[in-house]
Structures are given as structure tokens and as C-alpha cells.
């Protein structure tokens, strides 16, 4: 997902830190370079697609690594560049005392901390923990419970924005956890994003995240079902969005990211659904927005049916298309 | 619903006609005074709750009238004020050849033109028909394919904004019909509103309100649910509203109305529910929405979803709240 | 539809009547033959896949019959076997006086009875009018009042069962109106259907096919469901079935019309969906479903949602596949 | 539940056990007090509502107990009747080599197997570990891959039937596991039910519970949607019953455990809800369903609508009511 998605305006009150907003940004470098000398090394686990770019971001900032992946061949870029790789999360969290872990799901994320050779095995007590994978926030929660008792410290902090992001350092971070030790997380967080939003105790993080993606793919879905009702009563595509953006209607998904192809330049539908946030992402989303419902008994009535619909996408062959391109799933498959 | 659900800024691009966005709205009042002596009286059928004050404006602008309503009383204040009161539709097609009607329902709008004493019993060739009843597209059309065979022309033309509005004639008019008869259209309708859009050929008024209230009745639905679960999930509700609105799960349910009580002043969950739009007429339009979709075999997943909710909503006693205590719908009855 | 779908044993206490309960059925033909030198014509307006068969059956008890189809090629067959063929309901009207008319939407029923041409121009007093095609039973509430009117009687009469069982007389009725004109529809109903099932006042037979159709795609969907879901989590398809149908999962989809592929012979799922009970079909009846509970102001969430999942089959290339084939739908596109 | 729910007929072809179906029942008793000397201890952990009446019928059958449940009150009777009480799961595991758990949730089952004093801590090589509790089934996956790496065999055996069928001892076992352990669980499981069903490997046995109970949540409330459309549009509900029940919308809900009052007798719905199965337990057990869903990518597009109908029926009071309440749920406040 585009890093602009998280990064509408001034947000007044919030507490939390975003680069842009700061005209001073370039300071950051400074303050960031100058403290160059006496950078302790950052744990990273996880070099995929996302914390690839994300760690050499770190690195950017003149922190030097101490990396660990379940594929060796992930690390190689890092070795080669002088980082050191170890061969578990334990060594990571034997030499370094923040670790930051961005790990496709809860399963990954529960045996890099608690496994036979987890974080948890050698953490060193006042350890800075922070967890940028996006998963149940129920599982941040336990894994915090285990981290405290090590005398460490353990932060949710999933990210928005994608890959474009990760490489040019505005995602958006929402964090959760003790607030006293927010700005010691801001200070790596801020190397990789452009905006480190506080959302308040451990797991909120996680809660925030997926309650914004929950809305947003029901809005997508909604405006998706809203244009494609509307063209079908002989409305204009075009007149028929700027109806919606000048009413009650409107939404993120009408008049930032508009589903229907024509009606806007410089988005997915445009570029046939290229791009942008993967249906498969927006399913996984979901699924963890069910799980968190089901948890805490909240119906969901238009989330989960939200959820079978991009499960349903996936089986039918839009899994790596964005997931505006609902609107081309509901067409009729002669008129479109 | 507020006037202002339709009114966010200037559209560009829209051919519409709005007195706010006109630093000389004053000269439409001018225009209208000035050309008094020569004003035609204008047909009303339909005075309820919102024909009452849009006919009141009418008559302020210096239009004389022709009323009729099924039920006497709805005329006695017109009579009173040296209005016109005849004794059915046809009584007014004959005295007027500009007639606008408001009225409850597709049945009602049907006897209005159809009937046994209907409008189309004495219209005259040439009149300009305007429906602002808020009824099923395909019933629209019908009319108008009566109306045209006849020799006069029909408009549909729904209103977005409630009674308040109504009174203060800051109403917003969809219009659909032939473009060479808007400026006629326009002409009344603008003593009545603030924001006239054309939006193509007839039905066309009518689907874009439908389309904008089912997305509407979608987003209010979804951002229920985010916040409840987001809340349930330890997040602080004013802090999750900020989040949203600054990411991409926004929409105007969540930055401008708010269902959750505490989060803004001057929305309806701020007053527990009193005002705005009812639930009862959020599922009569998700009911339109819903016939117009199966006519035209569209499918509309959560539009459906939503009008089933609203639909137990109103029987379950929230059918005079506004639709935004979809929230306390979704709260458990124990702790809300 | 199989004609068997309706025909589960005896059930004791309706006021229907059944062919197949009886073993003096044969009885019926006697009866039939005994009295054709009186029978009187019988019009038949609509001969479709469904009217042209179940003309025939009426022929076969000997009755003389008066035909019209807006498509005079449907009604050639008919002339050339020497039925009389005339040019309008109207003209129908004026030649029988028990007419049936089979038509594929409550607009085409609207039409043969009220339009300009329509059987209620020239309809004799005492006449029983009988229509069984499937509609919107406050459209049957309606031509019931007109032709009451008229001094006529009107039953509702939608079939269960197919093209099959229209040739081979198997047909379902499921009749609406007044209680002592029962007999008389009967007599003709009875010789092109072998249950012929009394509901009550008009518009109730509508309401039982369609309450009935309904139920029947919620629990074929949910069927699907459970059985895709089953098999997914590693069970035998066959056992899973075998499971279901010895438990309160039960149900008609489940134990004799299963939608997965090698649990049961004879049925659709065996022959790659082909022939049954075409999506199509079930969808337009979910849109009457709808249609009905909007009306009524009945809440159906499973109904509403089971309605959008047949649209989108059609929508995606199952139009002309049995309705079971939403196991196939469900599938991913990969494995299946 | 009724233990009827799983008790229609004979299913010919499962490799299922059944006391009812063989006359030679009784020989079972024998055949239990035949061998009464030789019996060997059997573990118990959780002696809820549902594990104190199944191990008293394990004591009736003859088998000592090693009891342990986390609220000692529970053991207390067996204590009285001078079955051993122990303070851990391990201390079971110490003294049986037959263990059967029935606990409330997953959670419980990972603790009471894989925590500080769990049974794995002491477990014997070759025990047979099932355990009865409805849970994920992903959780008696792994669960089952640490006890086989103890040298132990474990099977998942989730019941149908409630606490009457606990006590009368005729609960139904699905249970998933090795085929060849499937004769000594039945031995066990034989005591406590009349139905023990061969489902397949581990978790398969929670599997066809919980697909089961999804088809049964879903036919149930679209048993009451249909039969609520049918009233209200003119039907009789008893007529309805019976025509659905002919047809093809008959199902368990509609013809053995009718929703709607005065429709039959000796069903919840004929005593205001009490009794049977209430809605919180299904609202759990479509949780696992939805959970297992997730997991394995299925859409369950009515599954989780059911979900969240019984979740927001928790919610508004339905919590302790027979889940055939969605009927009254669904109709007008003012009319039910």
C-alpha cells in the first residue's frame, strides 16, 4: 500500500512523530549521523521483501547489524556488505540488545521468540524488542507476557506502506507498548519511516492496523459495489465519483484510490490492477481482523463477509492483483 | 441528514449549480423577486414533512401555488396564505405546467401521475414535470416514458438533506432528465437548494442518491465495527478515529460523523442519536438499492448485508435513531 | 428441478392432492376420458419450455384448447395438431373461461392480463384464471383484485419441477386462493402435475415456492460450504457426507442432492452439473425472495447474501450450470 | 444438543459404532463387566458439566479414575467415591495410561498437555491420550505431533449431544486419529456414548464437528428466515412446515427441531427456547469454524454470516437460549 495512505495532513493531537510533518526533517539525518560513533549494533530478523529494505535503511543511519533469516540466502547481501550474520535468533539477541523482527506471520514470529533457538533463549534483561510483523494482536500480548519476564522490553509495531515505502523510509509505523520506552523505539523506527504513531499498550499496534485495513477494505468494497451499481443505472463513472466525493459517500477508496478504471490517473485501476496492495495481503488482513473478533466477541458483519470476498478473489486468479480490482471482480465477466 | 453530507466544497468539473459556491448567491433572490410579476403558478403535490417547507420557499420566492395532498390538512396553512388548494393531481396538471411532487413511496408517485385523478389525466403538452420523491430508477423511467407521450417532460429530481435543510432551503437536488430542460429545472429547484447536480438522463437523480446512500450506509457500518472491535482491542476511541482519519480506512462516517459517542461534538452520537438521519429511512433507501440491484443484476454483497442490518435495526427499536447507532447496535447490551 | 424435490412421502394433513399417494391414480385418466365429450376449451396463454409440455399434458386429458404466445412460432405446433390459436390474451379470454397462463416474469404476467390487449378486456363473469408462473406474490395480490372485479376468480399456481416433469405430468402446484375454487383449479392442475398442494389465500403459493427455494439455496450454499470446508481440513468426502446425513446437518443438498463430485449418482454433481435446476433460475427466485422480504420488511441475512452468490455465479459463467454447482464456485480455481 | 442429532438411522457403509443399531447391545455391559478385574486405571482432567457425568459412566462401566480438574470442588465427588484425585495432569500421566480430556477451550487443552505440569511431562510410552474437548482442530494436530514424539498415541474425539446425552451415556464420538487405535478408544468412548464415529486422521474428528455444526447454524437460521417470509407473507406456519418438509428445503431444522412455536412439540422453540443447545456454544463452535476456515483459505461466505448472527444474538440477550431462538430473534420486537 502506498505510503500516502497513512500520511493524510496534520493530524492534530496525535502523539506521534512523523518526519514530514517537520520541516526540520533533514535534522534527523544529523541527529542520526552524529550519534553515528557511538551506535550500538540492531538486531534484525526477517530479510524478506520488507526488512530488506528496512534493515539497509538502519544501516543508512549508521547502525551497524547483527542479522539473522531462516533462508541463509537473504543474509548474503548484509555479509557482504559487512553486517554480521548469525545463525539464530538467540546469537541476534546474544549481541544485540535491540532486535527489531518483521516476519510474515504469528507462527514465524512465536518460534523466533519462544522456539528451541528464539530471542527468548539469550535476551539480555533491559532488551528493546520490537516487533514489526503484522500479526494477531492476541499473540503480541503473549509474546510481551514472556519478554517482560526476561526483564526485557517488547513493542508492537506493524507497518503500512510497501515496499516502495520500506526502500524509501515512509512507512508508517503504529506502536504499541509501555509508553515510557516509545521514544527509544522512535529513535530506530524514525530511520525507516516517516510516520511513528503511538497507539497506546502492547498489541495496539497490531489493533489499530487492522482495524484501519478492516474499514478500508470494506469501503473498497462499497464504492466498488456503489460505482458499479450506479454505471449499470446509466450513471457517468466519472460524475458519478465526484457525486460520492462531494457527499456522504465518500471515502478513501472514492476519492484517493478510486476502484474504477478511468476514473482516476496515477492509481491500480488505472494500470490494470498492477501495483499497490496485493488482494493476498488484504485477505491476510482480514483473516487476522476475524481472529481478533472472534476473540473478543465483536460482530463483524461486514468485515468477515469483507474477508470471504478476498479469500474468494484469491481462488479466482486476482491474488497478486491490487485489491481495488474487487470492482472487476463483481463485473459481469462479457462486459468487462 | 445534515445539508452537508452534500456539500464539500467545490467540485470541479461537475455541472451543478450551487448558491454557496456563488459569491453572488444574493442575486439569485434578485432574480427571483425581479421577475415576480411574471411567475406562473407552480404545481405542489406531496406536502408532508419536507414538501411543506420546500413549498414555503417556493412561495417565498414569489411563486404562486397549486397544492394538493391526499390529506386535507397537509393544505389548510397554503389555504390560509391565499394559496391555490385544488382537489387532486389532475386539478393541478390542468392549472399549473410546472408541478413538483414529493411524496412517500414508487406507489404513491405512481397515483400522482397514473391514477384514476392522476397528473396525466390533464397535463398539459409542454409542462415540466419534476419528481423529488426519492423512488425505485426503473419506476422513474416509467413515468417519464408516460409523461413523454403526453408531450411534457419529466425530471426526477431527489433531495439529499432533511428536513432542516428543507426549511432553510439548503436541500441538494439530483437531477435527471434532458439536459436542455435543466435550466427550467434549476430555476425552481434552486429556490429550494443549495447544490442543483445534474447527473444524465432520467433515473439518473435517483441513482446516484441511491448509490451514495448505499455506500453511506456501507461506510457507517464498516467504521462501527472498526472502532468496536479497535476499542475491544484496548485502543482509546478519539486516538483510533484519529488514526483512521488520517489513513486510508477515512470516510465521512469516521472524519465528519462519527458513530461513537464521545469522539466529536454535534453529530448524533454525540446526542444519543437524537436527529439526523433515521434508520428507518436508511433501510427504505438500501431497500431501492437493493431492488435497483436485482433489476439490474448487480451484486452488491455488502450493499445487501447493510440493508439487512438496517432492517433489524428497525425492528429491534432503533428505527427513529439516526443510522450512525448502528454502533450501539454492535455494542453488547451489558456494557453499552 | 427434479419433480422428486416435492415429493417426499405422505404428508399427512396437507389439503393436497397427489397422483402418486394415491394407488387408484389410474383413476384419474378414467375420470379425465369420461369426461371430455363436456369439456369445455381451457386457454393456455405462454407456451415456453415449461407452457408448451404442459399444454400438451392438458391435451392429453382431452381438453380443447385456445392458445396464444407472443411469439406465434411457439403456438404453430399447437395450430397444426388443430387447437384453436388466437392473437391476444384478450382473445383468449373471450373464448375459455378457465384460462392458465406461464410466463417468465411478473412484468409479461402484468401485461397478459391488464394491458391493452389483456385477458381482463374481454374476461367472462365466473371465470377461474390461473397463473403458475413464478412471480412476486403482492403482483399475484394484485391481478387478483383486478380480476375480482371483474366478477372472475384468480388462483396463483407457481410449479416445482422441470422441463421433466412438465412433460411427464410430475409437476408441483402450489396453489393460492380462495379455498372452495380449489377443486375446479385441481381438476386441470391434476393433469399436468402429480402434487397439487393447497396454501391458502392468493399470493400464498408464490410464498411457499418462493420461502421454500430460498431455504433450499442457504442450505445447498451451506452445504458446499461445510463440505469444501471438511474436506480442506483432511475428511473423506463420502464420510463427511455420510456424517452429515446421520447428524442435524441434514439436509435435502445433503442427502439427496449432494454438490460434490462422487458422493452420490444421478445427480448433477455426478455429471459435471449439467441438466438440474439452472443457477439462473435460482437466482431470479432469490431476487423474488428479496423483492418479497423487502416488501415485508423481513429481515434475511442468509437469503440476502445466498442471492448475491448466485448472481455472481451467473456473473462468472455457471448461468446455465445446475445451482450446485457452488461447490465448484467455492473451489479454488487451482484444485478443481 | 439432543443426542438424536446424530442418531438418524442406520448410515450403512461408516465404519462407526453404534449401541443402538445392534440389538446385541446389552453384551457390551458384559462384555465391560466381564473384564472389571482386569481394568486398568483410566485418566480424567476436566469434570465439568459434560466430564462429570462421562466419567461417572466410565465408573459404571467399571473403571477406576485418576481425576484432575483445575477447581478441586470438581473432584470432590469422585474423591467421596474413592476414585484417586491428583494434583496435576503430569500426576495423570503418572498413574493411567488412558487419558481422557474434556476441556473448555484450546487454550486449556495446550495447557493441560504441553504446560509446566501438563501430561506430557509424564507421560508413558504407548499411552492413549484423547481428548473429547471441541477445539481447533489445528490444535490436535500439533497437540497429536508432541505426544507421538513421547512414544504416545493421542486422538481427538470431540462429542454431539449434551449434558442429557453425558449422562444418559449416549453421547456421539467423532473421532480422528491412527485407524488401529481406533478399537481401543471405542472401547472407552463406548461407555460414554451410543455413537463412535471413525472419522480419519487426527483433527478430524473436531473437523466433522465443526463442519456439522456450520451446516446445522446455517440451515437453522435460514430455516427461520424462510419461515418468518413465508408468515408474514400469509402463510400458516404449520402449512409451510410441512410443505418445506416435502420439498426440497426440508432439512433437520425445519422437520425434527422446528424454530417457530407451535409448529411442534417437544423442541425449544415449544418452550420458550429453554433447553437444548444454546446459542453461546454454537456462537464458540462457529468460531472454530471460522478459525479452521482462515487457516485453510475456505470461503465460508454463510458460515461466517452465521457467526456473526449468533455472536450479536449473544449480545442481545439470546446467550442462554436454545439456538433455534434466530426466530424469534429475526421477527418485529412489537409482534413476537
Not at 158 to 185: K, Q
Not at 293 to 312: C, D, E, V, W
Request: positive net charge; charged residues 20%.
Amino acid at each position: 500500500m502506498a505510503a500516502s495512505l497513512w500520511l493524510r495532513g496534520a493530524a492534530s493531537g496525535l502523539r506521534y512523530w512523523s518526519r514530514r510533518q517537520r520541516p526540520a526533517a533533514a535534522s534527523l539525518a544529523a541527529v542520526c549521523s552524529r550519534s553515528v560513533a557511538s551506535k550500538t549494533p540492531v538486531g534484525f530478523i526477517g530479510l524478506g521483501n520488507m526488512g530488506n529494505p528496512m534493515a539497509k535503511n538502519l544501516m543508512k543511519h549508521g547502525y551497524p547489524l547483527v542479522i539473522y533469516d531462516v533462508f541463509p540466502d537473504a543474509c548474503k547481501e548484509f555479509r557482504e556488505a559487512g553486517e554480521q550474520v548469525v545463525s539464530s535468533p538467540a546469537d541476534v539477541a546474544e549481541k544485540a540488545d535491540r532486535i527489531i523482527t518483521m516476519l510474515p506471520t504469528s507462527m514465524n514470529a512465536i518460534e523466533a521468540y519462544s522456539g528451541a533457538n528464539g530471542i527468548l533463549k539469550k535476551v539480555k534483561k533491559g532488551s528493546l524488542l520490537i516487533d514489526s510483523s503484522t500479526i494477531d494482536p492476541s499473540v503480541s500480548k503473549e509474546l510481551a507476557k514472556e519478554v517482560e519476564k526476561m526483564g526485557a522490553v517488547f513493542m508492537d509495531a506493524p507497518v503500512s506502506g510497501g515496499v516502495g515505502a520500506a526502500r524509501s523510509g515512509n512507512l508508517t509505523f503504529m506502536v504499541g507498548g509501555v509508553e515510557e520506552e516509545f521514544a527509544a523505539a522512535k529513535e530506530l523506527l524514525g530511520c525507516m519511516g516517516s510516520n511513528v504513531v503511538y497507539c497506546g499498550a502492547v498489541g495496539t499496534g497490531q489493533a489499530a492496523k487492522i482495524c484501519n485495513n478492516m474499514l478500508l477494505a470494506i469501503s473498497m468494497i462499497g464504492t466498488a459495489e456503489a460505482m458499479n451499481l450506479g454505471i449499470r443505472l446509466g450513471l457517468d463513472p466519472k460524475l458519478l465519483a465526484k457525486i460520492l466525493n462531494m457527499s456522504s459517500g465518500r471515502c478513501w477508496s472514492s476519492d484517493t484510490y478510486n476502484p474504477v478504471p478511468g476514473v482516476m490517473d496515477g492509481v491500480p485501476s488505472a494500470n490494470n490492477y498492477q501495483g499497490g496492495f496485493g488482494t493476498t495481503l488484504m485477505a491476510k488482513d482480514l483473516g487476522l481482523a476475524q481472529d481478533s473478533a472472534t476473540n473478543t466477541k465483536s460482530p463483524i458483519f461486514l468485515g468477515s463477509q469483507a474477508h470471504q470476498i478476498y479469500r474468494m478473489m484469491c481462488a479466482k486468479g486476482y491474488s497478486k492483483k491490487d485489491f481495488s480490482s474487487v470492482f472487476q471482480f463483481l463485473r459481469e465477466e462479457e462486459t468487462f
